[in-house]
């Protein structure tokens, strides 16, 4: 049973428009939140991560929210570009310091 | 420059043979991590190490195993009993013992392939 879920496979959006990738997890333990970045071939790379005593975090021209109630969380990029065309990983764990979990992904391309 | 190296990039393994994944980090995190990725899905867990000579399994371990003599080293092998070994293999290390969570820190992986 998979507890962390990203249910859209790929995301198409233009360059310079936003772009909303967006995870839904089950365990309700899960208290933080994470976001990495995967170029084929390579290792993920750390984006953004949020814990659940906030709602929002921002860096950049990244965001990520997080509804505690409807076990959400969302990435938003704001202005994309074609070099975040890649695929995005949700991941989740508990307090602790317990292993990530992760979920499937979603392929991102970013058109010029 | 501190990072998680992971070598060989590509390896080929016959049918029947063990074979061995190196994972080195000089980042003097504590806890490291082994993942598998296969096409289409998330990275699963393998094993894990929080403390040298200490390691837990995580959610498909069968047919692998490890070692953590070394902070900086968490070598996997990939046993015969691994019926389907093929996949990209990660490695990643995280700090532990903070009061804040930590993010893990990923290699670039290892492609293993079945001759």
């Known amino acids: 049973d998979q507890q962390v879920k990203q249910n859209s496979p790929s995301l198409r959006v233009q360059e310079g428009r936003i772009s909303i990738l967006n995870c839904d997890y089950t365990n309700s333990m899960f208290d933080y939140f994470l976001w990495y970045k995967k170029y084929p071939a390579e290792g993920p790379t750390f984006l953004i991560s949020?814990?659940?005593?906030?709602d929002k975090n921002e860096d950049g021209r990244f965001t990520v929210f997080l509804n505690k109630s409807a076990k959400h969380l969302s990435l938003h990029i704001v202005p994309s570009q074609p070099g975040d065309s890649a695929v995005y990983f949700c991941a989740a764990s508990s307090t602790g310091n317990t292993p990530l979990v992760f979920g499937k992904g979603t392929r991102l391309s970013v058109i010029a | 420059d501190g990072g998680i190296t992971q070598s060989p990039k590509y390896l080929f393994r016959k049918e029947g043979q063990n074979v061995t994944l190196s994972c080195e980090q000089n980042?003097?995190?504590?806890?490291m991590y082994w993942y598998r990725q296969d096409p289409g899905q998330g990275l699963r867990l393998i094993y894990y190490s929080q403390i040298v000579n200490d390691f837990q399994k995580g959610d498909i371990a069968e047919g692998y195993s490890v070692s953590r003599e070394k902070k900086e080293s968490f070598p996997l092998t990939v046993t015969s009993a691994q019926k389907n070994p093929t996949a990209f293999y990660l490695c990643?290390?995280?700090?532990?013992?903070?009061?804040?969570?930590?993010?893990?820190?990923f290699g670039d992986g290892t492609r293993l392939s079945i001759l």
């Open positions: 990643a290390s995280s700090m532990t013992g903070s009061m804040f969570n930590q993010p893990q820190h």
């Open positions: 980042l003097n995190h504590d806890a």
């Open positions: 949020i814990s659940s005593i906030k």
